[in-house]
């Protein structure tokens, strides 16, 4: 199962098993059958470590949800309540626990990653925390999600940073770290470029010292790591992903792997499946097609499709040729495999097609043309027709949020007038009790008004993100991933091998925070390195491998131009792509809005 | 002397039995009188005067002594008793010496004598007594203690460590007092044999009792005494009869059934290894194979068994010796007459050394087998106590080397290595009595903490460096232990302490100077403890402890460094709890780190705190957002009002202009939305403004969409947007077209098409046609579906970028026009 996750540069199956080991072990270790009951944010990434068959085997009986209410009544031994720490949380524990059938049970708590302190306090407070025989921790910090890409899986991460000033993720972002460089080695070379990527790198040092020499146990597989901070770069996040699993999580959302689309496109299989139910459909790399389309622009995609479908119906014709036995069953043995990926057609097919209604829309479009006309820097001080056209229809705030924060990032800053404007035309429009948002953008500072540097057209220019005559089919560059723009992050990282940064200073001091390059001394014995008949595709001279970690997020678009570098020819490095969250536009500016519910007021 | 001169065959083996060392104690010690312990592995012995057996000297009530020895009989501590009447002594796989008494109770004291703690088997054991006691270590490595009560009940904990009492199942006839019984701990489960006269009982953990089925042919009255193997797998049962049977633990399986003609129950029964059984009486030892095989040995004083691993100890009153079967390697080696590789290479070496040119002759027969040879000799010289043969084994071993070309020398180099550390640790000032298989058991780890138990850190340094270990389990380790010896020791200034344990310790790798602190405060030196913390690395350690001194600052600079957030919210919620207040929150203030957390922590726990520390630091603008989020809590519609009236204040305060504008707007929208709401009985709170209006226009009130048009200044072009839209939704075409020719529109008039064409009402649409500007007439001529009159309007402006957008739009199905806007492309083309 899930041998994807080892088809990589870097085995990350390594890693899952060793989160897969911790968490059985705790389980062992509650003696008896046991109900869990989960964290719903939770389920997804500890399904990606081990599926239900294996927590039967277990003695795992029973999964329930965490919400308020009676939690329903069985036979196991014990219950686990498995949790993030937070507080709200301990709430609904302590409802449920209080409302528990007097018989005897057992009951404990797993913290995830870490148990916090104050939530325990606050268990103690709610008088429920004696309850428990076991209160554990289960340090699951960074989940491998496919053969390239690790995230932790904490959407706040970016909020409590700079919103906030609570580095708690960056603690946790360190320890993520320390866990990869325990299981694949010390890592060499660091580089850093934000003032929370310096503070982590800072906190990895330190734990690195107090392992005290305890970590020199495995020859470094990783040679560079880079870690960028969401801040280095707020543009790329808030344009629209035109790479095939970019749009998919932009119109669909995808979460833990999984994408949920409306069902009327897909043949329902079984024909007793409900088709009022959304389709659901698990997306990597163990899907062949999937691994094949999903970093390509939208507009190539269509091209491997048919050209797939071609291929498919020649295999299938290929009975017709099998004359002996034998061919017949060479023909046979192909066949589940053929009808696999006939399957795997039809789904992309469907969502091909759902993406191409969206991006039909005049609404898509004009949204594209406006980003476009920011993204040169045209007309980028006064107000946007189109953006007060989007206001005044009342399409969604996000979008025109994401707009806002394009134009001002791009105009970098706006006068005052224009950004009260603005704020006014938003209050008006969808409500004050947006303005408690509105401030937070401006708190990180994705809406500002005008300092005295202009540094975006001096970094769009340097870095040459924005590029004409973009190749969608057959790509030369980066900027694919957005028909023309190139993720000013994913070009820190192409330019940090090639030339090397020492080239782009000026770039890099017009960025914002600190730009930073450590060593980090590995033991003789250790040095060389990786047995050379790992992999047979290897060629003759081994790309050196870079764990590229977004502080704060990163959107598809970016993990598919990375994979694009990658995979360029005699290109210098392959890449791991680790972060805190997979983020796109809404769901980054959603972590950051603050939405109240009014309570009915009470007419009396 | 023939260095088979101490074997003696049992059966088809041989066993042999030597000389360990002497008994330091010599005259201190009569074992006859005594209850004695000793640990397993040449781990140290206890002794205590035996009441029952030693005479009372009369009149005079002498508290008795317990004796702490190493085995070679060193003394280490003495413990003048004074609690109540000893029952058993035993050790703890950890070394600690477990004094059980009648009440029940487990006195518990390191190997020094030291006083640690105190466990107890419950009130029953210590109500009724206890009569009986038995000291066990368990198949997970823990050390338990089951007693046995004058109600012949039987008690027991499996983990000293870790007290939890359990009682085993009665068993039945109460009121026969069980003949004698041990506790067998295999795998997961630890239970008990318990045998009442002829009849045998199993009494496992979950409260059963089953009577066993013996598989023994003699006739049996009464089983008065048993003995488990070291790996608890094997049993001896001694009847009252004289017969001893022998078979596994199980009782599945027999070996045999011996009569030793001796109707008195041993001393004490135990087992050889696994291979035999040793009943002593009085002065007889006598050894019993599982083939009815025995070899008898007499001593002239009493003498105590201890079991081990791959043999037994003898303890006597001046001598200590093992007892052992010879192993297969040493055998193969010194057997008379041997033919091994072993033993050729073996008289090769010494003839070789004397000169003999056999030497060569030897070596010939065995060439092909030479690196057998050697492997033999070098594990041989493993099983020698005497370095003399160690050496002559060695020296053969590495004679053959000479003679082949690419063997490695891993075996050898780690046999001399450790063999010169057991020699080392058997010295008679050590006194650790192991054997080399018995090392391989425990490990040098294991091997180096119970040096450091006995302080002997000089000797576990070396040989951790001998041996290069890790700095991590090796030399840190021992600096460690040294160190917090040293912390303990009084009459040392702490200014010479802390220079003394900084100059050994420096930067040594893995050093917990947090742990050797804490022993520091417990010893009330708290000078020394704060110096020592300066040296820690690790805040996780190193907060807790200065908090637990009083260092507030200190720990809160240490936790924030450290970037655990939850050791700052330790340090943050300790201080506020033992701070007044104004005290608490002056010290944060400085503290970025610590006060934006404090406010997190508010922000779940604590509002009107929030509201306080942001006045306080005169943060209006955050105060005023926390406002905002408490108006929305309120369910009364004047209280609303009055806290957004303190929003604007915020806000005005924190000379944000806007957000003050916004906010009295929003108060002024929900007084007209009450007074609307009022006025009409529908809702209209909580909606926005653009909203508001909306509702209005829907519902036609024009007086009101004016007053909020002009009072909240609502800019034109949202204003028509907003006026269409509504329109459009409720069907009202005729005002929609009053609307269009009001004034100009300042948003064009493909809105007025676009809503026309979403509510399907293309004949309406059509009016507003001539309105729109030429550059949007192809989109618009595209929504209303009319695509000929689009790709005309497209030709006739000469855009082939509109052309080709018609062109997309065309259904291949409708070919004639496909064409005819094909034809149209390249016309535009050609000009």
């Given at each position: 199962m899930a041998s994807h996750l080892s088809s990589g540069r870097i085995n990350l199956s390594v890693l899952r098993e060793s989160y897969r080991q911790e968490f059985l072990e705790l389980l062992d270790k509650c003696k008896g059958t046991k109900a869990l009951v989960w964290d719903g944010a939770l389920t997804g990434p500890i399904d990606l470590i081990a599926d239900y068959t294996l927590l039967k085997g277990h003695e795992v009986d029973r999964m329930w949800p965490l919400q308020y209410g009676r939690l329903p009544s069985s036979n196991v031994q014990n219950i686990i309540f498995i949790t993030r720490a937070k507080s709200s949380l301990m709430d609904i524990i302590k409802d449920n626990v209080t409302k528990l059938?007097?018989?005897r049970k057992e009951l404990h708590v797993f913290f995830v990653p870490r148990r916090s302190l104050l939530c325990e306090k606050k268990l103690k407070d709610l008088g429920i925390?004696?309850?428990?025989?076991s209160v554990e921790e289960y340090?699951?910090?960074?989940?491998?999600?496919?053969?390239d890409v690790l995230s932790?899986?904490?959407?706040?991460s970016f909020r409590n940073c700079y919103?906030?000033?609570?580095?708690t993720s960056l603690f946790l972002a360190a320890k993520a770290l320390m866990t990869v460089q325990a299981l694949?080695?010390?890592?060499p070379n660091i580089f850093s470029k934000g003032d929370c990527a310096d503070e982590v790198v800072d906190l990895m040092m330190r734990m690195r010292r107090e392992l005290g020499g305890r970590d020199m146990q495995v020859p470094p597989q990783i040679d560079n790591l880079l870690i960028l901070d969401r801040i280095v770069d707020p543009l790329t996040p808030l344009l629209t992903q035109l790479t095939y699993e970019g749009l998919i999580d932009e119109i669909f959302g995808i979460s833990n792997t999984f994408a949920k689309f409306p069902?009327?496109?897909?043949?329902?299989?079984?024909?007793?499946?409900?088709?009022?139910d959304p389709k659901k459909i698990k997306l990597n790399s163990s899907d062949e097609l999937f691994a094949e389309i999903r970093d390509r622009n939208f507009n190539a995609v269509g091209n491997v499709l048919s050209r797939k479908a071609k291929l498919i119906s020649a295999q299938y014709d290929e009975r017709h040729a099998a004359k002996t036995v034998g061919e017949m069953k060479q023909f046979v043995s192909k066949l589940p495999h053929i009808q696999a990926e006939k399957a795997s057609l039809g789904s992309h097919t469907a969502i091909a097609e759902l993406i191409k209604e969206e991006t039909d829309t005049d609404e898509f479009r004009a949204s594209l043309v406006a980003t476009q006309e920011f993204l040169s820097g045209a007309e980028t001080d006064k107000a946007s027709p189109y953006i007060e056209d989007c206001i005044a229809k009342q399409e969604h705030l996000l979008k025109v949020l994401r707009l806002i924060c394009i134009q001002c990032y791009c105009n970098c800053g706006f006068k005052p007038k224009l950004l009260d404007y603005y704020k006014r035309e938003i209050i008006q429009t969808y409500?004050?009790?947006h303005l408690v948002t509105l401030h937070n953008l401006e708190k990180v500072g994705l809406l500002r008004t005008q300092g005295t540097v202009r540094s975006y057209a001096t970094v769009r220019k340097s870095l040459k993100l924005l590029m004409e005559d973009?190749?969608?089919?057959?790509?030369?560059?980066?900027s694919y991933v957005y028909s023309g723009y190139a993720p000013l992050s994913v070009r820190l990282a192409q330019l940090l091998h090639r030339p090397g940064w020492r080239g782009i200073t000026e770039v890099l001091n017009v960025l914002p925070g600190k730009t930073r390059e450590e060593f980090q001394q590995i033991p003789e014995w250790l040095r060389?390195?990786?047995?050379?008949?790992?992999?047979?595709?290897?060629?003759?001279?081994e790309q050196k491998v870079t764990l590229v970690f977004f502080l704060g997020g990163v959107t598809f678009a970016e993990i598919s131009a990375l994979r694009f570098l990658s995979q360029m020819?005699?290109?210098p490095v392959d890449y791991l792509i680790a972060t805190t969250k997979l983020i796109n536009g809404k769901t980054w500016l959603d972590s950051l809005m603050d939405v109240f519910q009014a309570k009915p007021v009470n007419p009396f | 002397m023939a260095l088979t001169a101490d074997w003696n065959p049992l059966g088809d083996v041989f066993f042999r039995k030597f000389d360990l060392c002497s008994m330091q104690w010599s005259d201190q010690v009569d074992l006859q009188k005594s209850i004695v312990a000793a640990a397993p592995f040449g781990g140290p012995i206890a002794l205590i005067r035996d009441e029952a057996r030693g005479q009372k000297i009369s009149g005079v009530a002498s508290k008795p002594l317990i004796q702490i020895f190493t085995?070679?009989?060193?003394?280490l501590a003495v413990i003048r008793w004074n609690s109540g009447t000893i029952l058993k002594l035993g050790w703890s796989n950890k070394l600690d010496l477990l004094c059980v008494q009648e009440d029940g109770s487990v006195l518990i004291y390191n190997i020094f004598g030291v006083y640690k703690r105190t466990i107890t088997l419950g009130q029953e054991a210590r109500d009724v007594r206890v009569i009986q006691c038995h000291i066990f270590n368990t198949s997970s490595g823990t050390t338990g203690a089951a007693v046995l009560t004058s109600s012949y009940r039987i008690f027991m904990v499996t983990n000293i460590d870790e007290p939890r009492i359990r009682r085993l199942a009665e068993v039945p006839g109460a009121e026969i007092p069980p003949s004698c019984w041990s506790v067998v701990s295999l795998q997961q489960s630890t239970h008990v044999l318990l045998a009442k006269e002829a009849k045998l009982y199993l009494l496992d953990h979950e409260l059963h009792c089953e009577e066993q089925e013996v598989p023994i042919n003699s006739p049996v009255d009464s089983y008065i005494e048993m003995a488990v193997s070291f790996n608890n797998k094997y049993l001896a049962l001694f009847c009252s009869s004289g017969i001893l049977w022998i078979g596994s633990s199980s009782l599945k399986e027999i070996y045999c059934e011996f009569d030793t003609k001796c109707q008195k129950r041993p001393q004490q029964l135990a087992w050889c290894s696994t291979v035999a059984v040793v009943g002593c009486w009085e002065d007889i030892l006598l050894m019993i194979g599982p083939k009815k095989d025995w070899i008898k040995y007499t001593y002239d004083s009493a003498v105590h068994l201890v079991p081990e691993i791959d043999g037994m100890r003898i303890i006597g009153n001046s001598s200590h010796e093992f007892l052992q079967r010879v192993p297969a390697c040493v055998e193969e080696i010194y057997k008379i007459g041997s033919m091994s590789e072993g033993a050729m290479l073996f008289e090769a070496s010494k003839e070789f050394q004397r000169g003999s040119q056999k030497a060569d002759e030897y070596i010939r027969m065995i060439r092909d087998k030479l690196s057998h040879a050697m492997n033999q000799c070098i594990s041989a010289a493993g099983h020698e106590f005497d370095p003399v043969n160690q050496k002559a084994l060695l020296r053969a071993a590495s004679f053959g080397k000479?003679?082949?070309?690419?063997?490695?020398?891993d075996f050898f180099v780690r046999m001399c290595q450790e063999l010169r550390v057991l020699n080392a640790v058997r010295n008679k000032n050590v006194?650790?009595?192991?054997?080399y298989q018995q090392l391989q058991h425990l490990q040098v780890p294991v091997l180096i903490d119970r040096l450091l138990l006995q302080k002997l850190y000089w000797l576990a340094i070396h040989i951790c460096q001998y041996l290069k270990m890790p700095d991590i389990e090796g030399a840190s380790r021992v600096l460690a232990h040294w160190a917090c010896d040293k912390v303990q020791?009084?009459?040392?200034e702490e200014e010479q302490l802390a220079r003394a344990i900084a100059e050994k310790?420096?930067?040594?790798?893995?050093?917990s100077y947090s742990e050797i602190a804490n022993k520091a405060i417990e010893c009330g030196k708290v000078d020394l403890a704060i110096r020592l913390l300066g040296?820690?690395?690790k805040a996780a350690e190193q907060v807790p402890l200065l908090l637990k001194m009083g260092r507030n600052q200190l720990a809160l600079t240490k936790a924030i460094e450290s970037g655990d957030t939850d050791l700052v919210y330790t340090v943050l919620l300790n201080l506020q709890e033992r701070m007044p207040r104004g005290e608490f929150l002056m010290s944060i203030r400085t503290v970025p780190v610590a006060c934006s957390l404090y406010l997190q922590f508010c922000r779940e726990h604590n509002r009107p705190m929030l509201l306080e520390l942001y006045y306080q630091e005169d943060n209006f603008q955050e105060e005023g957002n926390t406002r905002i989020a408490d108006s929305y809590e309120d369910e009364r519609f004047e209280t609303r009002v009055s806290k957004l009236v303190a929003t604007q204040d915020a806000f005005n305060k924190a000379k944000n202009e806007c957000a003050t504008k916004l906010t009295e707007e929003q108060i002024r929208l929900m007084r007209f939305q009450r007074k609307m709401e009022e006025e009409t009985n529908k809702p209209f709170l909580d909606l926005s403004l653009h909203e508001t209006m909306y509702k209005l226009i829907v519902e036609n009130n024009q007086k009101g969409v004016e007053q909020l048009r002009k009072d909240f200044k609502v800019p034109d072009r949202r204003f028509w947007w907003m006026k269409i839209l509504a329109l459009s939704e409720t069907g009202d075409w005729n005002e929609l077209d009053r609307f269009s020719k009001s004034k100009k529109s300042p948003i064009g008039y493909e809105p007025f098409v676009e809503v026309c064409v979403k509510n399907r009402n293309f004949e309406e649409a059509q009016k507003y046609m001539g309105r729109v500007t030429p550059e949007n007439l192809v989109r618009c001529y595209v929504k209303l579906g009319k695509l000929e009159q689009a790709a005309e309007s497209a030709l006739q402006s000469k855009n082939a970028e509109d052309l080709n957008f018609v062109l997309s739009k065309c259904?291949?199905?409708n070919r004639a026009l496909f064409e005819k806007i094909q034809t149209m492309r390249n016309q535009l083309g050609a000009k």
């Open positions: 059938d007097n018989d925390y004696g309850l428990f025989a340090s699951l910090d960074i989940i491998p999600i496919d053969c932790m899986e904490t959407e706040l919103l906030e000033n609570d580095r694949y080695g010390v890592i069902p009327e496109k897909f043949n329902a299989s079984a024909p007793g499946e409900a088709s009022s409500g004050y009790q973009v190749n969608e089919q057959n790509p030369n560059d980066i060389k390195r990786r047995a050379s008949g790992s992999s047979v595709h290897s060629s003759g001279s020819e005699d290109a | 085995s070679a009989g060193k003394e000479c003679f082949l070309e690419d063997q490695k020398s006194g650790i009595l192991l054997t020791q009084s009459g040392i310790l420096g930067d040594t790798p893995g050093v040296c820690e690395l259904p291949p199905s």
